[in-house]
């Protein structure tokens, strides 16, 4: 299962920081990518000598939290074509792998990130395709229909 697509500038792995306690979860990424890393002992010190510092993780692990949570709602009492809409519309919003905003993610991927089988996740993309939501050409993704998306029925 997918629980995040970091951006650019965005921070991971920091809660099992505050926890003392190591990373457990594993990151790919989707595209060339450079990562920095923090040692422990200097976030540590970051933390403690700048409140301001502090406050903006605080805030990082509060929306985290009620992010996880809605997350757990939506995979438990969404339906299938809602949990699909849901993924497509946190892909386009957060990650866009084409310069004119198409989604392209492996379809392996997409359904990691909606909570489905890859299989199903194939069959609910084909009725979208066929209710004119989306355009799928090469492997690329288009929403068609954003509103419609957003507004789908549970």
């Known amino acids: 299962m997918i629980i995040r697509i970091v951006n650019e500038g965005e921070f991971f792995g920091y809660t099992a920081m505050f926890e003392g306690s190591v990373y457990k ?5 989707l ?15 970051l933390l403690h000598c700048h409140s301001d510092v502090s406050r903006k993780f605080i805030k990082m692990l509060a929306s985290d939290i009620s992010e996880k949570e809605e997350q757990l ?3 438990a009492y969404n339906s299938l ?7 497509l519309l946190s892909v386009h919003k957060t990650y866009h792998t084409a310069p004119d905003g198409d989604i392209y993610l492996s379809r392996e991927n997409l359904a990691a990130l909606a909570g489905t089988a890859t299989e199903s996740l ?3 993309l084909t009725s979208f395709k066929a209710e004119h939501l989306i355009d799928i050409r090469d492997g690329r993704i288009t929403i068609l229909n954003y509103p419609k998306l957003d507004r789908m029925v549970n």
């Open 25 to 29: 979860e594993s990151a790919d990424a």
């Open 31 to 45: 595209e060339d990518s450079e990562i920095a890393t923090i040692p422990r002992n200097e976030f540590e010190e």
């Open 73 to 75: 709602l939506h995979i």
């Open 81 to 87: 074509r809602r949990k699909v809409a849901d993924a």
């Open 122 to 124: 194939i069959r609910t």
